[in-house]
């Protein structure tokens, strides 16, 4: 049984930066990939950016640039490094690894 526990989120003003880490605990995490979500309110869960144990990294097209995610592998660890943060970056950002997920942290990004 995976449990994802991820923290980090908070307030900030636009294009403020925030790190979010994600951590997993419960199996080993290597060869998986762990994935960034986020959900807003009244919008559907999309993807963020993902990571692979192996260092591959996938970026949604609306992040690229902006974002960037890594990996602890002795950790069991996910990063998402949020950088020039604007409003519609508001979420709750949530931590996925194969089909477990976790409870999520809440970005605002605000004024």
């Known amino acids: 049984q995976v449990r994802l526990v991820e923290s980090g989120g908070g307030l900030v003003q636009p294009g403020g930066s925030l790190r979010l880490s994600c951590a997993a605990s419960?199996?080993?995490?290597?060869?998986?990939?762990m994935g960034w979500y986020r959900q807003a309110p009244g919008k559907q869960r999309e993807f963020v950016a993902s990571?692979?144990?192996?260092?591959?990294?996938y970026y949604s097209d609306f992040v690229k640039g902006r974002f960037f995610i890594s990996r602890d592998n002795a950790q069991n660890t996910a990063y998402l490094q949020m950088n020039d943060l604007q409003p519609e970056d508001s979420a709750v950002y949530l931590c996925?690894?194969?089909?477990?997920w976790g409870e999520g942290t809440l970005v605002t990004v605000a004024s």
């Open positions: 990571v692979h144990s192996l260092g591959a990294v």
């Open positions: 996925n690894v194969k089909s477990s």
């Open positions: 419960g199996i080993i995490v290597g060869e998986n990939f």
